[in-house]
């Protein structure tokens, strides 16, 4: 899904692996995050900013794939 946000250009979730996608606008790169709950990707979705929620609630706290 693409988005409004100034730094995260879409995200995209796989319930069912519990991965969350953030492709970032500055790097192009997409950073996939492994064990996000559904609840924390439902709130990012309706976070006023979803730069700051991803940096708040996921970056830092959620396993990188890939990295």
Not at 5 to 15: C, G, L
């Amino acid at each position: 899904m693409h988005t409004q946000s100034h730094v995260v250009e879409s995200i995209a979730y796989d319930e069912r692996s519990h991965l969350l996608l953030a492709r970032y606008r500055d790097t192009g790169k997409t950073v996939i995050y492994e064990g996000v709950p559904q609840e924390i990707y439902d709130s990012l979705l309706f976070s006023d900013s979803i730069g700051r929620f991803l940096r708040d609630h996921v970056e830092g706290r959620f396993v990188v794939r890939g990295n």
